[in-house]
């Protein structure tokens, strides 16, 4: 969590003039009903592209940034649209996700680049992204949605979304929008096996990274990948690539189908793995940041996303969010008056306090229900806010429930808010990043044996099979490089 200045900020949509405009889909050659020409589609990319990067920042390694943009750049010449303005970049998230937006911005995290164990495997699920965009999926998706009158768009990662709450959103319009999502995931299955075969990889290995993800997801203690969000179970989608795979490369029935396994490897040898301990850290219930020294408390139970612009966290089932993020403002007055302004706030008390030493303001307020809804104790957003001072900065905490909820939730709100403290503890002060780290297997054996002699514990020894896309009985032989975890 390296906290930006905090500004609220919605991610797209704009409403788009509403006006029947029918074009050629580039990948299907059928004409379609769209709002969105590609110079709005460019104008999209622009506009999110800076918001992506400061939600999650890019991961400072040039020769993976360098690798990403050279085969994005080769596969986007032979694609459908090879005039759009692409740009690729590795993010600093150990989450195993890649996504894409309209325009030709595409992004991999670092935890799914640590996940590849070929260059085969990352060419397929990059031309998969690629095809998102030349299927102009992202258009698609949101001229379905403006004649549905849904406010959603499939894809994009919205943190505004996430200070509602999780039973908001009706579970019918969530089944449509996971179908539709599913047609276009499967769409882009298909150009992932074309694009990454046509660049010389075998996309048979794409298929066997679908494997990594459903064992990913199958392993209790690890999270669920986010790539597996909106897409088809990921059993079914092996079989089906690898037959596309199959009928794929008979169009080139002379060529040689790269996988460049040893090479993928020795280039993401020293990568981040999991958590970055300098963006903070959750353990033991308690929430450290080592670079900005402070900490507090996460409530038990809570589920929680670390982000360089904010800190969240809510109960399992979705009735309230708390987060944690910088305040505009260089004093506690300006940054009460600027929060009040950018969410709209009605304040119904505030005052002036100490947390642990610092400056402090309380405040509860509330938001007003959708214009037209009639404001009950279901649909009224109360916000309970507490402003620190501390370290040169204001942090601002958002605790936030319905009504009918609030009191339930603000004597959690307040134990997190007034758990804010100075971190001291010099084992969380210099904690370091877990890395990759690449190894050389010393004799034929199986992948249990090698990882032992690499000292994996054994509680790890599942979690360190599935980095290495292999079971731990599989055969290893003298010589093979292979994934380890360490400082």
Known sequence: MRINTFSKWTLLLLILPLFNNCSKNPVTGRNELSFMSESQEIAMGKEYNPTVLATFGVYEDQKL???ITRKGMEMAKISHRPNLPYQFKVVDSPVVNAFAVPGGYVYFTRGIMAHFNNEAEFAGVLGHEIGH?????????????????????????????????????????????????????????????KYSTKIGYDAHQMAEFFNTLKRMGESSGQSVPTFLSTHPDPGDRRARVHSMATVEQRTFPASTFNVNRDQYLRMIDGIVYGDDPKQGFVEKGFFYHPVLKFQFPVPTGWQYENSPIQFQMAPKDGKALMLLTLAEGKTLDEAVSKTTQA????????????????????????????????QTAQNTVRIATFLIQYGGQIYAFHGMT??????????????????????????????????????????????????????????????????????????????????????
């Open 133 to 193: 965009v030349t299927a102009r999926h992202g258009a698609r998706q949101q001229t379905s949605q403006i004649l549905g009158q849904l406010g959603l768009i499939a894809g994009l990662i919205v943190s505004e979304d996430l200070r509602k709450y999780a039973d908001v959103a009706s579970q019918s319009l969530g089944l449509l929008f996971l179908k539709f999502s599913r047609e276009h995931e499967e769409e882009s299955d298909r150009l992932g096996v």
């Open 65 to 67: 940034q360098d690798f």
């Open 402 to 487: 319905y009504l009918a909820t609030f009191n339930q939730y603000f004597n959690e709100f307040s134990k997190v808010a007034g758990g804010f403290k100075t971190l001291n503890d010099p084992e969380k002060l210099n904690r370091k990043p877990e890395r990759v780290i690449i190894k050389t297997v010393n004799k034929t054996t199986t992948l249990k044996e090698a990882l032992q002699e690499y000292n994996t514990p054994a509680a790890r020894m599942e979690e360190l099979a599935i980095l290495n896309g292999m079971t731990l009985t599989a055969q290893v032989s003298k010589g093979m490089l292979i994934k380890t975890v360490g400082k």
């Open 343 to 374: 969410y709209q706030l009605k304040v119904l008390e505030s005052r002036r306090t100490t947390i642990n030493g610092n400056p402090a303001v309380e405040m509860v307020s509330e938001q007003a229900a959708q214009q037209g809804q009639a």
